[in-house]
T-cell receptor, first 114, second 112 residues
Framework: DTGVSQNPRHKITKRGQNVTFRCDPI?????LYWYRQTLGQGPEFLTY????????KSRLLSDRFSAERPKGSFSTLEIQRTEQGDSAMYLC????????????FGSGTRLTVV | EDQVTQSPEALRLQEGESSSLNCSYT??????LFWYRQDPGKGPEFLFT???AGEEKEKERLKATLTKKESFLHITAPKPEDSATYLC?????????????FGKGTLLTVNP
C-alpha cells in the first residue's frame, strides 16, 4: 500500500491552455473523489466515482472540467481553457465501502494559471 | 445543505499549553464527523471518525469528542510537531451520503 499518488505535484500553465492531472488510488479502494482547495479554505467536493462510474458532479465542476476513471483504476481530471480562477490545489482521495477511516488523500496537484 | 464552522481560525500555543479546537456543524442526518490534519503543501491526513453524540477517540496527545451540534479536538501538552491546520468535515445521510463537507480549518502553531 503506497497510498494515493497524484501527478504532477505542481503545474504552471498559461491562461487558455488545457491541463490534465492523474490520480492513482489505493489499489483495493473502489471509491475515488476529487476535491479542490484554495488558500485558507477547506477542500470542496468536485466529483465522485464508484469503480468506473462517475456518480456525482458538483456544480463547481463547470463544462470545462471533465474527469474519467477508465476500468475503475486510476483517474484523470482535465481542465480545458484554464482561467486564473482555476488556480488551486486539486486533491484526489480514495476509500472503500464502509471504511472507518474516512478517505485517504493524496498530496495534491498545485495548479497555477498565469 | 451541510455546513461546518471551525473556531478559532488560528491558535498559537506554547509547548505544553493544552487547548481545544471547535467544530460546529449542521447536517441532515450525521453519518460521520471526521478530523484531519494538514501540513503545508500536503493533502489532509486522517485522524478520527466519530459517529454519535458522546463518542470519544484518542490518539497520542489528541482527543476528539462529539455532541449533537459540535465536536472538539483537545490537544494535551502539545509539541511543536503538532503545528498544522486541523480540518473538520461531516458526512451526511441526505442526498450525497459519501461527500465530505469541510470547514475552513484551524491553523495551530505550537512554539517551543
Amino acid at each position: 500500500d503506497t497510498g494515493v499518488s497524484q501527478n504532477p505535484r505542481h503545474k504552471i500553465t498559461k491562461r487558455g491552455q488545457n491541463v490534465t492531472f492523474r490520480c492513482d488510488p489505493i489499489s483495493e479502494h473502489n471509491r475515488l473523489y476529487w476535491y479542490r482547495q484554495t488558500l485558507g479554505q477547506g477542500p470542496e467536493f468536485l466529483t465522485y466515482f464508484q469503480n468506473e462510474a462517475q456518480l456525482e458532479k458538483s456544480r463547481l465542476l463547470s463544462d470545462r472540467f471533465s474527469a474519467e476513471r477508465p476500468k475503475g483504476s486510476f483517474s484523470t481530471l482535465e481542465i480545458q481553457r484554464t482561467e486564473q480562477g482555476d488556480s488551486a490545489m486539486y486533491l484526489c482521495a480514495s476509500s472503500s465501502s464502509g471504511a472507518d477511516y474516512g478517505y485517504t488523500f493524496g498530496s495534491g496537484t498545485r495548479l497555477t494559471v498565469v | 445543505e451541510d455546513q461546518v464552522t471551525q473556531s478559532p481560525e488560528a491558535l498559537r500555543l506554547q509547548e505544553g499549553e493544552s487547548s481545544s479546537l471547535n467544530c460546529s456543524y449542521t447536517v441532515s442526518g450525521l453519518r460521520g464527523l471526521f478530523w484531519y490534519r494538514q501540513d503545508p503543501g500536503k493533502g489532509p491526513e486522517f485522524l478520527f471518525t466519530l459517529y454519535s453524540a458522546g463518542e470519544e477517540k484518542e490518539k497520542e496527545r489528541l482527543k476528539a469528542t462529539l455532541t449533537k451540534k459540535e465536536s472538539f479536538l483537545h490537544i494535551t501538552a502539545p509539541k511543536p510537531e503538532d503545528s498544522a491546520t486541523y480540518l473538520c468535515a461531516v458526512q451526511g445521510s441526505g442526498g450525497s451520503n459519501y461527500k465530505l463537507t469541510f470547514g475552513k480549518g484551524t491553523l495551530l502553531t505550537v512554539n517551543p
